[in-house]
Structure formats: structure tokens, C-alpha cells
């Protein structure tokens, strides 16, 4: 069988207006500006106030800005991958939701669950439809409403998150860029380090799981980090060294956005100068499968045609991975 390669031809993003900064967080909680910005690398973070939007209307709106991008028409798009852990409804698939609203009436669609390694899992499993030939235009998308999860009078985890989406288009590639490899790792996690407690088929919904503030992400924050630092900088280190990379064969990395001191660790051993790493941590906090999408639509019209990007991420499950591609657009 013919191996194609898979190519980022559009990228598009969504963010909800409203920035919730540190400060206002002090107003919530034991907690202030300084802490926050020195531990994480977080000043503010989006916020989706309107009641009666969610993760698919996000999704759906960063899918729209990359297909009139591209000039590409929603009955184009063959398939659809959305990576989220805050899915509109624990079914249907939020994937679905976002092809009726953007009038992709040809595609079928499905959600990926890899929390913060979403959208690369979710990256992954697109292309693979390019290379088998099995389709020409997929929608890739990360979104999450973490606001709608997070616990506010817990300081410790609710100060990381934020809201926001951002989505990409893949199709088959004919000039040798796109992505090359991708390295992915899971371990399960059975030490409850970060997880949503009730909601699911183990603990559903009960006055008892509401009370007892089950339906957040509760974490051991110092168990993540330790566990995001090695895995983020391993694997990123391991598909360098798998692909003969070398720092200055690297034009960016385009990390998770969790905590500037993972992101910082990560380049440190990559060999990398700060210069290189994609950070907009400090504008939207951890927008969980929404980060490495919204890096790469920031920093789109920096990026060349030919660059060697490596996208890193870690997070719930655990899920960790690398993937290595050279930029495709311009
Ligand atoms: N404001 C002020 N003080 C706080 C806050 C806060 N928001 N949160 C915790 N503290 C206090 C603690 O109570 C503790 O006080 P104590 O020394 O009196 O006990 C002190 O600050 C230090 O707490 P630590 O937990 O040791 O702080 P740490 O430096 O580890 O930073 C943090 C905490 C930011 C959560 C860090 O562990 C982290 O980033 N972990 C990774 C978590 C993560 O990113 N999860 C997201 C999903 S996974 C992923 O995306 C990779």
C-alpha cells in the first residue's frame, strides 16, 4: 500500500472574551498574582461565560476560522477528530455537535479522551486517515471548557486552567513537509494523581458526589509535575534522537501550555534556547487539549515553509508524546 504524508493546510482558534486575571482570582481565594505567575507562568486566562455555549460551539468556531482560512468548504472535510475532556455531553460525541453546526454534512466524526495529550493523540489518528488514503480532508480539533470543571474554592488547581479551541485541517501532502513521526506513551493511572472523580459509570451523578465537589478535576499537583517534567522532556528528547535532530535542526518546539517550568525543563533538554519554544501561557493558562493548536495559530505567520517543529505534551491518564513535522504552509 502507498504511504502518504499528512500536512497542516489551516489552522484556526477560538477564545471566549473574557480574561479572568490573578487578580480576580484573589478575589475568589487564598491566593495572589505573584504566587501564581512564579509557580506557573500564568497572568490571565479566557473564560466562556455564556451559559448556553460549551465546548462544541468553541470547537465549531475555531473549525470555521480554518476552513474559510483555506477556502475549503465544511462538505469538503471527510472527517473529524476533536480531542476534549469536557465534552458538551458524555455522549454524543462533541465531534458530532461541531459537524452539525459547521454543515459538514459529508464527514463522520468522533472524540479522542487523552486530556492534555489530546490534540496530539487526536493529531495522530487524522493523519493516519491521510496516509492510508482513507481520507483527504480531516478536521483536527482541540477545545476544552475547563471552567465548567474547575473547582473555585480549590487554589491549587483552579488557578491553571482556562477556556478556549483551536483546530487544524490535514491533508495529503506532495512536497515533503507535514508530519514525519510521532512517538506516543500512556500509563494508567491508579493513584487518582489527576482525575474527575464522579460523573462517570464508576461514580454517577448523586447529591452525595455534588456535595462532596466530585464533578472537578481534583490532582496531586506535585506528583503531575514531577510526572509531566520527565515525560514532556523524555519523549521530546527521544524522537529528536529517533530522527537524527539536533537543537539547531529545530526551528520550534511547541510544548503543552501547563506550567512555564515543564515547558522550560523540556527545552533545557532538548538543547534548546528559549527563543525557539512557543509560550502563551501567561495569556490563557492550560487550555488542556486547546494549547499546542492555539501556539500554532499564534505563531502561524512566524513559521516557514520547511521548519522542523516538534509538539510535545503530557497529561491525564497518563498520556505523554512528541510529534515531528515540518511546517507545510506559506
Ligand atoms: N496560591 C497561593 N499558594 C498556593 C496556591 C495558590 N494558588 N496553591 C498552592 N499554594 C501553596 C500550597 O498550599 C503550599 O503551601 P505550604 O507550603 O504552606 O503547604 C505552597 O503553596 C507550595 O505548594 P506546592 O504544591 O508545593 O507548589 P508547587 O510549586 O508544586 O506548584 C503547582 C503547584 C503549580 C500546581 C505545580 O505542582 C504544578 O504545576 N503541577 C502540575 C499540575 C498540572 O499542570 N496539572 C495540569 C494537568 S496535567 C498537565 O497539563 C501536564
Known sequence: MEVKQAKITAVGHYLPEFRMTNFELEKLMDTN?????????????????????????????????????????????????????????????????????????????????????????????????????????????????????????????????????????????????????????????????????????????????????????TQDGRAVFKKATMGMADVSLEIMEKNNLEPEDIAWLVPHQANLRIIDATANRMGLSSEKVMINIDKYGNTTAGTIPLCLYDWKDKLNHGDNLILAAFGGGFTWGAIYLKWGLK
Open 33 to 217: 498574582d505573584e504566587w501564581i505567575r512564579t509557580r506557573t507562568g500564568i497572568s490571565e486566562r479566557r473564560i466562556l461565560k455564556d451559559p448556553d455555549k460549551a465546548t462544541a460551539f468553541m470547537g465549531a468556531e475555531a473549525a470555521k476560522e480554518a476552513l474559510e482560512s483555506s477556502g475549503t468548504s465544511a462538505e469538503e472535510i471527510d472527517l473529524i477528530v476533536l480531542a476534549t475532556v469536557t465534552p458538551d455531553y458524555l455522549f454524543p460525541a462533541t465531534a458530532c455537535l461541531v459537524q452539525n453546526m459547521i454543515g459538514a454534512t459529508n464527514a463522520f466524526a468522533f472524540d479522542v479522551s487523552a486530556a492534555c495529550s489530546g490534540f496530539l493523540y487526536a493529531l495522530s489518528t487524522g493523519s493516519m486517515y491521510i496516509e492510508a488514503g482513507r481520507a483527504k480532508k480531516v478536521l483536527v480539533i482541540g477545545a476544552d471548557k475547563m471552567s465548567s470543571i474547575l473547582d473555585y474554592t480549590d487554589r491549587t488547581t483552579s488557578i491553571l486552567f482556562g477556556d478556549g479551541a483551536g483546530a487544524v485541517i490535514l491533508e495529503e501532502s506532495t512536497d515533503g513537509t507535514g508530519i514525519i513521526d510521532q512517538i506516543h506513551h500512556s500509563e494508567g493511572d491508579t493513584n487518582c494523581s489527576l482525575y474527575q472523580h464522579a460523573g462517570g459509570s464508576r461514580n454517577p451523578a448523586t447529591i452525595e458526589t455534588v456535595k462532596n465537589r466530585q464533578h472537578h478535576v
